[in-house]
């Protein structure tokens, strides 16, 4: 799976503004894991749809289902 223009359009911005300190795309689940200075969002997932959560309600979702 590729990444979608939506979560590259996410990632460019969060890279332009300095915001991004490192990021991970994982093929098999159209994830891409970010890493951030934000306190209240330090670590999320962009999901294909280009929307947003915190890691830790990604990870609480899976482990529910």
Do not use: K
């Given at each position: 799976m590729e990444p979608t223009n939506e979560q590259y359009l996410i990632i460019n911005a969060l890279d332009t503004l300095e915001l991004l300190e490192g990021s991970l795309y994982d093929e098999n689940t159209g994830y891409w894991y970010i890493r951030t200075p934000s306190q209240s969002l330090p670590t999320a997932v962009i999901?294909?749809?280009?929307?947003?959560?915190?890691?830790?309600?990604?990870?609480?979702?899976?482990?529910n289902q």
């Open positions: 999901l294909p749809t280009g929307d947003i959560y915190p890691l830790n309600w990604i990870q609480e979702n899976n482990d």
